[in-house]
């Protein structure tokens, strides 16, 4: 009867709920292999490519045959995974789900360490430099890759604040004239 009315079992809904934390598992790995880089900019193949996983996620947590319900069970599973990924990051250990800020550059120097560890190229840091409308090197105090896969570009003129720079990998090549005294 629950069959007839909803267009899946029992049993089915437990595959389809099992399919999307082993998917959600996946993907979360699959991005922290990948690195932030992943999330940094995305060229319109990897939009592209975007679209072909959701699909491919899209076919194996439903199946063969998606109903209307499978997919609801498989939208409040991927809903409730997130919400308790978001409760977890909150938590001390929770720091392991989120990776650590990069610095890709200090002064006017790109760090070799922080682009390779970011998987970046210099012209993709350069992009990210005229994008924030940086005109010359000596505008930069600094730039951080942010584990949002997001660039920040701080100027040089004002004291960084040391607190806003936590987590950041690196942070022994910041020179004490960039930041604001302890």
Known sequence: MWSHNLGISPFEALVVILSAIGIYAAFFLLIRTAGQRALASWSTLDKAIVIAFGSVLGRVVLGYTPTLAAGVIALATMLALFRLEAVLRRTKQGSYLSSKPI???????????????????????????????????????????????DVSVLRRGELIEPRLLRRITDRSSIPAEFLLPS
Not at 128 to 147: M, S, T
Request: glycine letters at 8%; aromatic letters at 6%; charged letters at 30%.
């Open 103 to 149: 610095l890709l550059m200090v002064g006017e120097e790109p760090l070799e360490s922080g682009l390779r560890a970011a998987r970046i190229v210099e012209d993709e840091l350069y992009f990210k430099l005229r994008q924030a409308g940086i005109r010359n090197f000596a505008e930069v105090a600094l730039v951080v890759l942010e584990p949002t896969g």
